[in-house]
């Protein structure tokens, strides 16, 4: 039996090569290098499963950052973006001293996707605060989309379940947590969540967390060299 690291010489196709190996190997090798006699010495590596490559996502969000006082005008802005990485946002700057960016990013996961999208942001213009996340707070406008109805529909299945998600913020609009909604969505509307939503809005609602937590810790907490 062929062990861990071993060596086949074979005229046979590269691929029948590795699958011969994988199953005379008979468990997941570290890594399996087979040597073609017939292609003169090239090698061909079989990684385990858990080393290979995994196809990209393409995952969609928006991060809103404060910019820095010494910021230039918009147009310097989104070149310095684009060349920091930022090719894929879409840039808008409605508010005095906001900037917004919408994403589509491919990544092998949202946290991979949105981490390096902060980076490239920071990158690009040095100084600016990433203060919103989303998807993380919506409304039945968007619960509708995610359910494929209207929103009337959505408003209905809100007040008619007594087990709907409690909303953040009671009003005119109510809002929710999109990971809350999508976890309803999935166990009692029996409806299929796509995962790369999912994963986007587990971590904008932990990044929002964290930027909230931030914000409560210099309102609580008192400068010492205030009250020394």
Not at 89 to 110: E, T, W
Request: charged share 20%; proline share 7%; hydrophobic share 45%.
């Amino acid at each position: 039996m062929l062990g861990q690291g071993s060596i086949a010489r074979s005229m046979m196709r590269p691929a029948d090569a590795v699958n011969f190996v994988l199953q005379a190997s008979g468990r997941p090798p570290e890594m399996l290098t087979i040597m073609l006699a017939r292609s003169g010495a090239s090698l061909i590596t079989a990684l385990p499963p858990s080393q290979m490559e995994m196809p990209m996502r393409t995952y969609e969000f928006t991060l809103i950052f404060r910019l820095p006082k010494a910021a230039s005008d918009i147009d310097s802005m989104i070149e310095q973006l684009a060349e920091a990485g930022c090719d894929d946002a879409i840039v808008g700057a409605g508010s005095p001293g906001r900037l917004s960016l919408q994403f589509d990013r491919k990544a092998n996961s949202a946290v991979e996707a949105i981490e390096s999208a902060i980076r490239n942001v920071k990158q690009g213009i040095p100084g600016a605060t990433l203060i919103e996340a989303a998807p993380d707070l919506v409304g039945l406008t968007e619960l509708s989309a995610v359910l494929g109805i209207s929103r009337q529909a959505a408003r209905k299945k809100m007040l008619s379940n007594a087990d709907f998600p409690d909303p953040v913020h009671s009003g005119n609009p109510c809002l929710w947590r999109l990971i809350d909604l999508l976890a309803w969505t999935e166990t009692n509307a029996k409806r299929d969540v796509p995962t790369e939503l999912k994963e986007v809005a587990l971590k904008t609602f932990t990044l929002n967390l964290e930027t909230e937590a931030g914000r409560a810790n210099l309102q609580v907490i008192p400068n010492p060299q205030a009250t020394a």
